[in-house]
């Protein structure tokens, strides 16, 4: 079964770096569209950073000339780096790729992480 594995995160000081992993689990034919998304708690989902197919990279404002999203490719791997963190920053981090189903669908599925809390002390 094919899943994603996130690494990273815990707590960090105001100013600190962010440094977050996900790789893919089991066979996977190609990747699509992967992005990192966050969570506040009693809010809904809201993106970070994507890599479109296409590979264009696209950041929320708030994390704008903070963020880097990279991938790499042959692991299968998407990788987001933080700086200069804030209090606002504290919140559970998702990691979101596009899988292609060549067995059913034959059509992109999405995967998700399993999340993991990220703590700037203020």
């Known amino acids: 079964q094919v899943r994603l594995v996130e690494s990273g995160g815990g707590l960090a000081l105001p100013g600190g770096t962010l440094r977050l992993s996900c790789t893919v689990s089991g066979n996977v034919f190609k990747v699509g569209r992967v992005g990192w998304y966050r969570q506040y708690p009693g809010k809904e989902r809201e993106s970070v950073a994507i890599i479109t197919r296409t590979g264009s990279k696209e950041y929320a404002d708030s994390v704008k000339g903070r963020a880097t999203i990279s991938r790499d490719n042959a692991k299968n791997a998407v990788y987001l780096q933080l700086d200069r963190l804030t209090a606002e920053d504290t919140a559970v981090y998702y990691c979101?790729?596009?899988?292609?189903?060549?067995?059913?669908?034959?059509?992109?599925?999405?995967?998700w992480g399993q999340g993991t809390v990220e703590t700037v002390f203020s």
């Open positions: 979101n790729q596009e899988v292609y189903d060549y067995k059913v669908s034959y059509d992109y599925v999405e995967l």
